[in-house]
Nanobody, 118 residues
C-alpha cells in the first residue's frame, strides 16, 4: 500500500530554517504529483507547495521566496526547504501524493510538527 513518512520537523527560532523530508513507498513515485500541506490548530489544512511529476512547482503566496520544494525520484523522496521561518508557519506539515489509475486519489502521511518560537 501507499505509505508516506515525514521527518525533519522540530523547534526553530523565527528566522531559522528547517528541511522536511517525505519518504514514499508503494507507488511509482516518478509518475505522481507530490505536495506539502500544513494545518495549524483551529485552522483548515492548506497547501504550502506542490511539485508535478515533471518538476513544475507551485507555492502558497505566504511562502514564496522562502520555501523550496524538490524531489528525488530515484530515492522516492520529496523535500521542503523552509527558510526565514515565521511564527505563523508553526503547524503540522503533511506530505501528500496524488495517484491516478486504479488507485486514484490523495494519500497522506502522518505529519510532522513544526514549532517556531519568537
Amino acid at each position: 500500500q501507499v505509505q508516506l513518512v515525514e521527518s525533519g520537523g522540530g523547534l526553530v527560532q523565527a528566522g531559522g530554517s528547517l528541511r522536511l523530508s517525505c519518504a514514499a513507498s508503494g507507488l511509482i513515485f516518478s509518475f505522481n504529483a507530490m505536495g506539502w500541506y500544513r494545518q495549524a490548530p483551529g485552522k483548515q489544512r492548506e497547501l504550502v507547495a506542490a511539485i508535478t511529476s515533471g518538476g513544475s512547482t507551485n507555492y502558497a503566496d505566504s511562502v514564496k521566496g522562502r520555501f523550496t520544494i524538490s524531489r528525488d525520484n530515484a530515492k522516492k523522496m520529496v523535500y521542503l526547504q523552509m527558510n526565514s521561518l515565521k511564527p505563523e508557519g508553526a503547524a503540522v506539515y503533511y506530505c501528500k501524493a496524488e495517484l491516478g489509475g486504479t488507485r486514484r486519489g490523495a494519500y497522506w502521511g502522518q505529519g510532522t510538527q513544526v514549532t517556531v518560537s519568537k
